[in-house]
C-alpha cells in the first residue's frame, strides 16, 4: 500500500496541531511547541487568510487520513464503506479506522506511533488468533486476540512503549493481559524476561466515539465528500 514518505512534522505544522505521529517525540520535541511553530510550512506560511467553510471541512478531513497514516484513495474507500453502515457515517467511518490492526497495535501500546505499528505488522511480528497477519489495515473485529511475537516481546523499546501505555491507561474498549501489566508494572528495569508471558491484548468491544484517538469533527469529512 502507498504511504507518505516525507518529514511527518510539517504535516502538524500544516495541521496547526499534534498529530502525535513520532510517538513519544511529539510530548518532548514537537515544534508546534516552539513560538513559530504552529505557522504552515513554506515560503508563504505566515500569510494564513481566514479559512473558507470548505477550506475548515477540507483540513478536518486531512487530519484525520494524516492522522491514520492514509492516502486519499484508501481513506474515501473507509468513507464510502461507512455510507453503507446503521447509524451515523462519520462515527462508522472513524469506527473502521480505529479498529485497524495497526492502530490496536498502537493502542495496545506496542508500539508509540502509528508507523512503528504499521512496520511490527508487515514485519510479520503480530499474530491475530494465531494466525500471522501482515496487512496493517486488517480489520479486528470483537474477541480478536492480539499477540506480540516472541522474537519482539523482549525489546526494550517495545517493553518502554507498552509501560507508558499502562501508564497512560489502555482504553475500555481494549484488554492487555494482566501479566503483562504486573510485571512491567512492578519493575523499574526494563527490559524485563518475559519468557513466560505472552504480550497480548483482545478487542473487548467496539469503540464509542469518546473512545476514539481522533481528535476531530467527523461531520465536516461528511459533509465535504457529499457534496
Not at 496541531?17 to 508546534?32: H, Q, S
Not at 505566515?46 to 484508501?74: C, P, V
Not at 506480540?148 to 475500555?172: E, F, H, T, W, Y
Not at 504480550?199 to 465528500?225: A, C, H, W
Amino acid at each position: 500500500m502507498a504511504r507518505y514518505l516525507g518529514p511527518v512534522c510539517k504535516m502538524c505544522r500544516r495541521e496547526g496541531t499534534k498529530l502525535f505521529l513520532k510517538g513519544e517525540r511529539c510530548y518532548t520535541k514537537c515544534p508546534i511547541d516552539k513560538p513559530m511553530g504552529a505557522v504552515p510550512p513554506g515560503q508563504h506560511g505566515r500569510r494564513r487568510s481566514k479559512a473558507t467553510e470548505y477550506a475548515k471541512r477540507l483540513r478536518e478531513k486531512q487530519k484525520t487520513k494524516r492522522i491514520a497514516g492514509l492516502l486519499e484513495r484508501s481513506f474515501y474507500n473507509y468513507f464510502d464503506r461507512a455510507t453503507h453502515e446503521p447509524g451515523k457515517t462519520g462515527e462508522a467511518l472513524l469506527r473502521f479506522l480505529e479498529t485497524r490492526l495497526d492502530n490496536v497495535v498502537r493502542r495496545l501500546g506496542f508500539s508509540t506511533s502509528m508507523a512503528g505499528a504499521r512496520q511490527l505488522v508487515s514485519h510479520g511480528h503480530v499474530f491475530v488468533n494465531g494466525q500471522r497477519v501482515t496487512t496493517p489495515s486488517f480489520g479486528t473485529k470483537v474477541g480478536d486476540v492480539i499477540t506480540l511475537s516472541d522474537k519482539q516481546k523482549g525489546s526494550m523499546r517495545i517493553q518502554r512503549a507498552i509501560s507508558v501505555q499502562i501508564q497512560r491507561q489502555v482504553p475500555n474498549w481494549l484488554e492487555l493481559n494482566p501479566a503483562v501489566i504486573d510485571a512491567l508494572g512492578r519493575s523499574k528495569d526494563l527490559p524485563v524476561d518475559l519468557k513466560d508471558v505472552k504480550v497480548e491484548g483482545t478487542v473487548k468491544l467496539l469503540p464509542t466515539r469518546d473512545e476514539m484517538s481522533y481528535p476531530v469533527n467527523e461531520q465536516f469529512i461528511v459533509e465535504l465528500y457529499s457534496k
